[in-house]
């Protein structure tokens, strides 16, 4: 994370003066990189090459943000850990109400209140936030047009020869399940004659 003043001069940008805006619908543009990212501690991105098209929708009593989020996540694969470019298009909407009196609690996400005199709005930790929903839960590489997987395929070929090997039964295996297999079904165990010619008397009888 970047020392205080630095990050306070890269997260500038996104500070928004609305108060001198007429109402109607004013766009901006935003570019979001690594220094972006590097603002936020923990944050999920490291290296990115994002725009984010804001629609700004200026009323009275209220802000209407359109955000449409395009570009790329370079990220690690989650199955081969190769570097993986992972394209964004997605879009968030976010509604601004400005009243009087702050809420003590506000439980919708899409909302936010902001006192009716403010003059200004700072949209850089909603870019932020946006921006790691992008990310899906699973980062892979999409499959090729043969349907065949787009990862390294020594690291593919590696996994499925440990797969195969914990799905190969052992010697021991065979014999516990044969050992197994014969106490569930005591009729196919082999029995001594005798005692076989004595169950029969019995069940004549």
């Known amino acids: ?13 996104f500070l928004i003066q609305f108060s001198g805006l007429k109402e109607g ?6 570019k979001v990189d690594d220094a972006f990212f590097a603002c936020f501690e923990n944050s ?13 929708n200026r009323r009275l009593s209220f802000l209407e943000l359109n955000f449409t989020i395009t570009g790329l996540i370079y990220c690690e ?7 993986l470019d992972l394209a964004v298009d997605e879009k968030f909407e976010l509604l601004v109400k400005l009243v009087q009196h702050l809420p003590a609690n506000n439980d919708d996400p899409e909302v936010y209140y902001l006192h009716h005199e403010a003059s ?3 949209i850089a930790n909603w870019v932020y936030e946006f921006a790691a929903l ?17 990862c390294n395929p020594s690291v593919i070929a590696y996994l499925e020869n440990i797969e195969t090997q914990q799905n190969k039964p052992t010697a021991a ?9 014969n106490k569930d079904n005591p009729e196919e165990t082999t029995i001594d004659p005798r005692w076989a010619k004595l169950k029969n008397l019995l069940n004549e009888d």
């Open 1 to 13: 994370m970047k020392h205080p003043e630095e990050t306070s001069l890269l997260l500038k940008p």
């Open 25 to 30: 619908i004013h766009h901006f543009n935003f």
């Open 44 to 56: 999920p991105i490291e290296k990115a090459n994002l725009n984010v098209a804001l629609n700004f």
């Open 77 to 83: 694969c989650d199955r081969c850990a190769d570097p």
């Open 120 to 122: 200004e709005i700072n």
């Open 134 to 150: 992008c990310l899906p839960m699973h980062k892979v590489h999409e499959d090729l047009p043969n349907g065949k997987s787009g």
């Open 173 to 181: 295996k065979k014999k516990n399940n044969n050992n197994n297999n």
